[in-house]
């Protein structure tokens, strides 16, 4: 059984960065799709960013788009989403994911979801 636990989130003021960590339990990262999403209050869970690994691709929601970028370091199986320039509508709390069919692309993790899911953490965009 494979487990995913997402860390680093916090508050932080308008224009300002975070990193949030996603460490895997029980996977190889290249076997797998890695996707972060979040879920603010009231509202739908959306997805943000997701990377393959294997093949180098990467994925992001038109709203984060020069903000955010998501990178892996293998040797830790940890995948990381760094988060820039945030605004007060970033607040959420973010998940992360894995789903083992590393071959969709576009929006389909979005839109279908993964099948192994973690914690979140809480991220506060505020002044």
């Known amino acids: 059984r494979c487990s995913c636990r997402a860390s680093g989130g916090g508050l932080v003021q308008p224009g300002g960065s975070l990193r949030l960590s996603c460490a895997a339990f029980?996977?190889?990262?290249?076997?797998?799709?890695i996707g972060w999403f979040r879920q603010a209050p009231g509202k739908e869970r959306e997805g943000v960013s997701y990377i393959i690994s294997s093949v180098g691709n990467t994925y992001y929601t038109d709203s984060v788009k020069g903000r955010f970028t998501i990178s892996t370091d293998n040797a830790k199986n940890t995948v990381y989403l760094q988060m820039n320039s945030l605004k007060p509508e970033d607040t959420a709390v973010y998940y992360c994911a894995a789903d083992p069919r590393p071959y969709y692309t576009g929006s389909y993790y979005f839109d279908y979801g993964m099948d192994y899911w973690g914690k979140g953490t809480l991220v506060t965009v505020s002044s």
């Open positions: 029980g996977f190889t990262f290249d076997d797998y799709a």
